[in-house]
T-cell receptor, first 113, second 111 residues
Framework: DAMVIQNPRYQVTQFGKPVTLSCSQT?????MYWYQQKSSQAPKLLFH???????NEADTPDNFQSRRPNTSFCFLDIRSPGLGDAAMYLC????????????FGPGTRLLVL | GENVEQHPSTLSVQEGDSAVIKCTYS??????FPWYKQELGKGPQLIID?????GEKKDQRIAVTLNKTAKHFSLHITETQPEDSAVYFC??????????FGSGTKLNVKP
């Protein structure tokens, strides 16, 4: 059974056109993360939520925003996608924080035309 | 800040041989170290993890060792099979909620 679900799996958008990626989880985990992964690179943390508390990484561009309306769902909004934002976007969850396993979703591949 | 170095970047082995991937970390406060396997077009999947109060952990053909004094940890895969071919990432937890990832190792198991 899927535990971390990401939709869509593939997303094509135009340069500058806002796009939203979604993530849902059935694990009832407190923490949800968004990562950006470019080809042949390690995942890069963009931000995470601990419950409703939002934590932004210092080097995450302002172009990236996130919403977590409830425990199960988290959204990644890219306000004005550029060509450099084409990547795999990974959602992950963990039950709590300290020494807890992260569970990743299958990712959304974003293409910017 | 924390830094995780992972070697080698690519590893090619013959089916049935062993594969070893090594990582070093810099933050002595890190105490949780997962390993992920990522197949093409998929998200990373946890394959094994180790916590700092343990020196070694084994799960069938996969084992992880941790040397906290030297700040390094390693993934060992024995009796490799073609389906083990993937990219493997090590990670170290830091700062309560976050993980630093290594740069990844592309493992190719030749039949």
């Amino acid at each position: 059974d899927a535990m971390v679900i990401q939709n869509p799996r593939y997303q094509v958008t135009q340069f500058g056109k806002p796009v939203t990626l979604s993530c849902s989880q059935t694990l009832n985990h407190n923490v949800m993360y968004w990562y950006q992964q470019k080809s042949s690179q390690a995942p890069k943390l963009l931000f995470h939520y601990y419950d409703k508390d939002f934590n932004n990484e210092a080097d995450t561009p302002d172009n990236f925003q996130s919403r977590r309306p409830n425990t199960s769902f988290c959204f990644l909004d890219i306000r004005s996608p550029g060509l450099g934002d084409a990547a795999m976007y990974l959602c992950a969850t963990s039950r709590d924080s300290r020494r807890e396993t992260q569970y990743f979703g299958p990712g959304t591949r974003l293409l910017v035309l | 800040g924390e830094n995780v170095e992972q070697h080698p970047s690519t590893l090619s082995v013959q089916e049935g041989d062993s594969a070893v991937i090594k990582c070093t970390y810099s933050d002595s406060a890190s105490n949780y170290f997962p390993w992920y396997k990522q197949e093409l077009g998929k998200g990373p999947q946890l394959i094994i993890d180790i916590r700092s109060n343990v020196g070694e952990k084994k799960d069938q053909r996969i084992a992880v060792t941790l040397n906290k004094t030297a700040k390094h940890f390693s993934l060992h895969i024995t009796e490799t099979q073609p389906e083990d071919s993937a990219v493997y990432f090590c990670a170290a937890q830091y700062n309560f909620n976050k993980f630093y990832f290594g740069s990844g190792t592309k493992l190719n198991v030749k039949p």
